[in-house]
């Protein structure tokens, strides 16, 4: 397609006045994760959890395969969880739940490797942006991650 045919369509789309003249797919489509890679989960998920404030809600493992998923997810302040990631109550919490996780991939083994594993998504063309993550404070709250 031409730049001006795709800008036509972008167009037609967005001015569609209900969605269903637009193929969205049926149902209720909703961000459900982002996942990240990460070196060692001993050091990741305290980050996570103990600094930032996130619950593991889930754990699915794959020995086959040599690898895990962790998911984490912020709740409502005065929320409790009282599953064990692992479970099937877990797991249907996990894809039931309305809200987004963040997983965490660890493959078997990169904790033992010296250092970086993954890029940080810091560097040209890395194709990684950031995540973020809301807090009261950016300055208190950078100064205690950085100790």
Same mark, same amino acid.
């Given at each position: !397609? ?5 800008? %036509?369509? /972008? ?5 569609? @006045?209900?969605?269903? =003249? ?6 209720? #489509? &909703? $961000?459900?994760?982002?996942? /990240?890679?990460? %070196?060692? #989960? ?13 619950? /593991? ?7 086959? $395969? ?5 998911? /984490? &997810?912020?709740?409502? !302040?005065? &929320? ?7 479970? !099937? =109550?877990?797991?249907? *919490?996990? $894809? +039931? ?9 660890? +493959?078997?083994? &990169?904790?033992?490797? =010296?250092?970086?594993? *993954?890029?940080?998504? +810091? ?19 950078? =100064? %205690?991650? @950085? %100790?």
């Amino acid at each position: !397609k031409t730049k001006n045919e795709t800008t %036509k369509q /972008l167009h037609n789309i967005m001015s569609a @006045e209900t969605s269903s =003249e637009v193929n969205v797919i049926p149902g209720r #489509p &909703t $961000w459900q994760q982002t996942m /990240l890679r990460i %070196k060692d #989960p001993a050091k990741s998920l305290p980050f996570y959890c103990d600094l930032l404030g996130f619950t /593991l809600i889930d754990k699915f493992d794959f020995p086959q $395969w040599k690898f895990c998923l962790y998911f /984490l &997810t912020t709740l409502p !302040k005065g &929320t409790t969880y009282d599953l064990t990631p692992g479970t !099937k =109550e877990s797991h249907d *919490y996990l $894809w +039931n739940m309305e809200g987004v996780t963040l997983e965490l991939t660890h +493959n078997y083994g &990169t904790e033992e490797k =010296e250092g970086s594993v *993954y890029h940080p998504g +810091n560097q040209e063309k890395d194709g990684f942006g950031h995540i973020a993550v809301n807090v009261d404070d950016v300055y208190a709250c950078s =100064e %205690k991650l @950085e %100790k």
